[in-house]
């Protein structure tokens, strides 16, 4: 019987209490992490900021900055134990939800070019390439790019998303 029942999935605005626990994934996922600084000034600033609990477990999160009738997804991240089950999918749908409901037409993020889980992702969502960042990302090695991928955010495009 314990099958029949999953721990509940919650999506809960980020705090400055949640922080600690997302930099614990944030340091294990990045070989360039974000600080405690950039999740707390995202989140005193207004930020879109929102984390994903399994059971309580902390499993992912996203920031999202709102400009206008732009949105930018500054970062989406999932555990390394919790990565291919659906959770990224869950967070950016959100995000993209979160955003057109504020009033974005435009979701904007950057992709290094060698992450390709997250380029599959964003383009089973639709987002498309529409540049590129030279030199943007810090590496092991001198610098990487970013490919600037786009979407525009229409009701009926997110009623029909692909399943989580």
Same mark, same amino acid.
């Given at each position: 019987?314990?099958?029949?029942?999953?721990?509940?999935?919650?999506?809960?605005?980020?705090?400055?209490?949640?922080?600690?626990?997302?930099?614990?994934?944030?340091?294990?996922?990045?070989?360039?992490?974000?600080?405690?600084?950039?999740?707390?000034?995202?989140?005193?600033?207004?930020?879109?900021?929102?984390?994903?609990?399994?059971?309580?477990?902390?499993?992912?999160?996203?920031?999202?900055?709102?400009?206008?009738? $732009?949105?930018?997804?500054? &970062?989406?991240?999932?555990? @390394?134990?919790?990565?291919?089950? !659906? /959770?990224?999918?869950?967070?950016? #749908?959100?995000?993209?939800?979160?955003?057109?409901?504020?009033?974005?037409?435009?979701?904007?993020? $950057?992709?290094?070019?060698? &992450?390709?889980?997250?380029? @599959?992702?964003?383009?089973?969502? !639709? /987002?498309?390439?529409?540049?590129? #960042?030279?030199?943007?990302?810090?590496?092991?090695?001198?610098?990487?790019?970013?490919?600037?991928?786009?979407?525009?955010?229409?009701?009926?495009?997110?009623?029909?998303?692909?399943?989580?």
């Amino acid at each position: 019987m314990s099958g029949l029942f999953s721990p509940p999935v919650d999506l809960l605005p980020m705090s400055v209490n949640d922080v600690d626990e997302i930099l614990r994934i944030e340091y294990k996922v990045y070989s360039h992490p974000w600080s405690r600084a950039n999740f707390t000034d995202s989140i005193a600033s207004g930020y879109s900021c929102w984390v994903c609990r399994v059971g309580g477990e902390l499993v992912g999160y996203y920031v999202v900055m709102m400009a206008v009738d $732009e949105a930018h997804l500054l &970062n989406i991240s999932v555990s @390394e134990k919790r990565q291919g089950c !659906g /959770f990224g999918a869950r967070l950016l #749908r959100h995000a993209m939800s979160v955003a057109h409901q504020a009033g974005a037409e435009t979701l904007l993020l $950057e992709v290094r070019p060698s &992450n390709v889980k997250a380029i @599959e992702l964003y383009r089973h969502f !639709g /987002f498309a390439q529409i540049g590129v #960042r030279r030199d943007y990302y810090p590496a092991l090695h001198g610098r990487e790019d970013a490919l600037v991928m786009a979407m525009e955010l229409v009701d009926d495009d997110i009623a029909t998303m692909p399943p989580l």
